[in-house]
C-alpha cells in the first residue's frame, strides 16, 4: 500500500519561499506519477504540478510556472514543491497523491492532463493528508 506523508507548509509573507516535501512508502510499480495539489476554500481541488517518474518530467499548471519547482529525491522517496515568490491567492491546503502507470505515454497524459484541467485528478489512487500554506499580503 502506498502511503504518502506531506510536510512543510506555513505562514509566510507574499514574496517568500516554502519548500513542501511528500515522503512516500510502499512504492513497488515500476514508474509513478506524483502530483501536487490544492484546495482553497470555497474552490475546487486544483492539480498544480505533477512529476513522472520514468523520464523524471514534470509539468506545471499556468499560474505556478516560473514559481514553483517540482523535484524527487529517488533515494529518499520524496517529491519536492519549492514554492517561491508566493502569493496571497497561493493560501490553500496543498496535497500530494501518487498514481502507478506502466507506459511512458500514459505518465505523459497523467501528468499533462492533471494541471491543465485536473481531469488526470481522478486517477490518483494514494492521497497524504495535507499541508496547510497561508500567505499573508
Known amino acids: 500500500e502506498v502511503q504518502l506523508q506531506a510536510s512543510g507548509g506555513g505562514l509566510v509573507q507574499a514574496g517568500g519561499s516554502l519548500r513542501l516535501s511528500c515522503a512516500a512508502s510502499?512504492?513497488?510499480?515500476?514508474?509513478?506519477?506524483v502530483g501536487w495539489f490544492r484546495q482553497a476554500p470555497g474552490k475546487e481541488r486544483e492539480g498544480m504540478s505533477c512529476?513522472?517518474?520514468?523520464?523524471?518530467?514534470?509539468y506545471y499548471t499556468d499560474s505556478v510556472k516560473g514559481r514553483f519547482t517540482i523535484s524527487s529525491d529517488n533515494s529518499k522517496n520524496t517529491v519536492y514543491l519549492q514554492m517561491n515568490n508566493l502569493k496571497p491567492e497561493d493560501t490553500a491546503v496543498y496535497y500530494c497523491?501518487?498514481?502507478?502507470?506502466?507506459?511512458?505515454?500514459?505518465?505523459?497524459?497523467?501528468?499533462?492532463?492533471?494541471?491543465?484541467?485536473?481531469?488526470?485528478?481522478?486517477?490518483?489512487?494514494?492521497w497524504g493528508q495535507g499541508t496547510l500554506v497561508t500567505v499573508s499580503s
Open positions: 510502499g512504492f513497488t510499480a515500476d514508474n509513478y506519477a
Open positions: 497523491a501518487a498514481v502507478a502507470y506502466s507506459l511512458q505515454d500514459v505518465g505523459r497524459w497523467i501528468c499533462t492532463n492533471t494541471v491543465k484541467d485536473s481531469t488526470g485528478t481522478s486517477l490518483f489512487g494514494s
Open positions: 512529476i513522472s517518474s520514468g523520464d523524471g518530467t514534470s
